[in-house]
T-cell receptor
């Protein structure tokens, strides 16, 4: 079975450029999550969707970050303009929703902004 | 609000040693509790979980028991292997949508 698929796996971009990270959740899952991992802050929940609707985006650091889920099989996280402090690993994850259900993570998108 | 506190690492053990990684939580209601493992360069994988008090989760020789009275979910393994070297995250699921709140992670290194 295909797991959560993220692209790109690695991205190096210059400060000020737009970055778009993509995610395909596991088929049938109705909850989708975007996390960011850094050495300093650990794993942070940025935003999550349920049935394609954003439920909580309080973790999105600032207006430069935006996320969309146009359909049940695709989501994007966009950073515009990017800054060096955005360098991190961005994980997409999905689940059947509800407390107690396992959240399945993708392999991550490793972003470096120079 | 909900939070998870786990012991800071790194933890270095010799092969076949006993492992304990402490995890305590603060939560309203009755959260589900999880341990995830992250191998170098990879995403997080579920290791085990428990959804109610006194439940024991187990997988690959690892165990953790949901202790409501001490608000703890300590991870244990009787005999670690070099292949267990990874970062271990304790997490709780407190929201209705099942979003996870993670501890900071504990890096485990097992030496032959």
């Amino acid at each position: 079975d295909a797991g959560v698929i993220q692209s790109p796996r690695h991205e190096v971009t210059e400060m000020g450029q737009e970055v778009t990270l993509r995610c395909k959740p596991i088929s049938g899952h109705n909850s989708l999550f975007w996390y960011r991992q850094t050495m300093m802050r650990g794993l942070e929940l940025l935003i999550y969707f349920n049935n394609n609707v954003p439920i909580d985006d309080s973790g999105m650091p600032e207006d430069r970050f935006s996320a969309k889920m146009p359909n049940a099989s695709f989501s994007t996280l966009k950073i515009q303009p990017s800054e060096p402090r955005d360098s991190a690993v961005y994980f997409c994850a999905s689940s059947l929703g509800g407390s107690g259900n396992t959240i399945y993570f993708g392999e991550g998108s490793w972003l470096t902004v120079v | 609000g909900n939070s998870v506190t786990q012991m800071e690492g790194p933890v270095t053990l010799s092969e076949e040693a006993f492992l304990t990684i402490n995890c305590t939580y603060t939560a309203t209601g009755y959260p589900s509790l999880f341990w995830y493992v992250q191998y170098p360069g990879e995403g997080l994988q579920l290791l085990l979980k428990a959804t109610k008090a006194d439940d024991k989760g187990s997988n690959k020789g690892f165990e953790a028991t949901y202790r409501k009275e001490t608000t703890s979910f300590h991870l244990e393994k009787g005999s670690v292997q070099v292949s267990d070297s990874a970062v271990y995250f304790c997490a709780l699921s407190g929201g209705s949508q099942g979003n996870l709140i993670f501890g900071k992670g504990t890096k485990l290194s097992v030496k032959p």
